[in-house]
T-cell receptor, first 112, second 114 residues
Framework: AQSVAQPEDQVNVAEGNPLTVKCTYSVSGNPYLFWYVQYPNRGLQFLLKYITGDNLVKGSYGFEAEFNKSQTSFHLKKPSALVSDSALYFCAGEGGFQKLVFGTGTRLLVSP | NAGVTQTPKFQVLKTGQSMTLQCAQDMNHEYMSWYRQDPGMGLRLIHYSVGAGITDQGEVPNGYNVSRSTTEDFPLRLLSAAPSQTSVYFC?????????????FGPGTRLTVT
């Protein structure tokens, strides 16, 4: 079965420091992987995706993610965190034609 | 474009009541889906549709019905509400062109069943 795991419920980082939100996947075939962000009382917003090609994917708001096939990981990164990055982040993989399988989410808290 | 819209934003139901959550999109996407979001569980797929007249079950379909009479609309019906259906519900639509693929989410409906 396709699955996506986010091992950290919460990540704390100081503003200006680099951040990493971890995601590992288990899918058969070519993995299609996504990151979404959810701000309080809002829907999910698309950040970036890996379909094929370069292992380093750049997305919205300065975020990027690195696809690592050998480690089956797709970690979300940002070189310098902002307080406004504080939100709930979801990793997702395609679990069938246009059907997303989501991780449990990681809450990112960026302190001033 | 309004994107994906959902109504209502909030709803409180008593056990046994029925209701319909509305979802509409104006992007001419063929694919639409419903997810529920519960704390610590991420989003789980309830039902999906690959086009008008075609629907199928997702991971957690029990207690819910859907229909897709038009490309734009994809309502979700709760037949007899139960407290276990207290959740936040998200509708999404998506397109696929070759390898390019993206899902767009609505703002959500927060449902409480007492």
């Amino acid at each position: 079965a396709q699955s996506v795991a986010q091992p950290e419920d919460q990540v704390n980082v100081a503003e200006g420091n680099p951040l990493t939100v971890k995601c590992t996947y288990s899918v058969s075939g070519n993995p299609y992987l996504f990151w979404y962000v959810q701000y309080p009382n809002r829907g999910l917003q698309f950040l970036l995706k890996y379909i094929t090609g370069d292992n380093l994917v750049k997305g919205s708001y300065g975020f990027e993610a690195e696809f690592n096939k050998s480690q089956t990981s797709f970690h979300l990164k940002k070189p310098s965190a902002l307080v406004s990055d504080s939100a709930l982040y979801f990793c997702a993989g395609e679990g069938g034609f246009q059907k997303l399988v989501f991780g449990t989410g990681t809450r990112l808290l960026v302190s001033p | 474009n309004a994107g994906v819209t959902q109504t209502p934003k909030f709803q409180v139901l008593k056990t046994g009541q029925s209701m319909t959550l509305q979802c509409a999109q104006d992007m001419n996407h063929e694919y639409m889906s419903w997810y529920r979001q519960d704390p610590g569980m991420g989003l789980r797929l309830i039902h999906y549709s690959v086009g008008a007249g075609i629907t199928d079950q997702g991971e957690v379909p029990n207690g819910y019905n859907v229909s897709r009479s038009t490309t734009e609309d994809f309502p979700l019906r709760l037949l007899s509400a139960a407290p276990s259906q207290t959740s936040v519900y998200f509708c999404a639509s998506s397109y696929r062109q070759g390898l390019s693929y993206e899902q767009y989410f609505g703002p959500g409906t927060r449902l409480t069943v007492t």
